[in-house]
């Protein structure tokens, strides 16, 4: 149960910092919008820890997207995926034929990504890639790389630009490390 707490004296450590993301956000928009330039893709959200991403760099990207949401949840509160997804939401468009770019926050294990990527093939999309703001390749137990990578971290619990624990801390402008004696009661 949390109560009164402070959100900033609960972070370890700023892993990247406010001017940094919204830079390389810039960056890997510019390299979005020319590798897709003439194929309208539908960016595709996954809720709810991709919310500040996907704004930001659904702007940064310069030419024309459908935008689009689906919710799953992998996790039960803690800080370890249980494995066990949980579809709350589909998305609305029908994507056949079209080229679908997948926007996440952070890719773990992947198991979380390999099962939407696997459900919308079963679509008969023109091609589905993965955009992610933070790439954690030790926790990875799946054969899965994303095509856009923001940043690469190293294998800790992070928190803040839209990444939660117990649904705090989404709302911190920069990525940081919890401190381990938040989640380890
Ligand atoms: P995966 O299925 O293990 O790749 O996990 C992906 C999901 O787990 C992400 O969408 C996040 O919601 C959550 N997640 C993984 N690592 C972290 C973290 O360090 N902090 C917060 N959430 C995380
Ligand atoms: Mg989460």
Do not use: W
Not at 29 to 51: C, F, H, M, T, W
Not at 137 to 159: H, K, M, Q, W
């Amino acid at each position: 149960m949390m109560n009164q707490f402070d959100m900033l004296a609960d972070i370890q450590e700023v892993l990247v910092d406010e001017e940094s993301i919204r830079r390389r956000i810039r960056e890997v928009g510019a390299q979005i919008s020319e590798d897709y330039r003439g194929k309208n893709p539908i960016l595709v959200g996954v809720l709810k820890g991709v919310v500040p991403f996907y704004a930001a760099m659904a702007q940064a990207i310069t030419i024309p997207v459908q935008e689009d949401f689906m919710c799953v949840t992998s996790f039960e509160g803690g800080t370890a995926s249980t494995g066990k997804l949980t579809f709350r939401k589909d998305i609305d468009h029908d994507i056949e034929g079209r080229d679908v770019l997948i926007l996440e926050d952070i890719l773990d294990s992947g198991r979380t990504l390999k099962l939407i990527v696997e459900m919308f093939q079963a679509r008969n999309p023109r091609s589905v890639k993965i955009c992610t703001l933070l790439d954690k390749p030790s926790g990875r137990t799946e054969d899965l790389t994303a095509d856009y990578v923001c940043f690469t971290i190293p294998n800790a619990f992070v928190v803040g630009y839209g990444l939660d624990y117990q649904d705090y801390y989404r709302n911190l402008p920069f990525v940081g490390v919890l401190k381990p004696e938040v989640y380890q009661d």
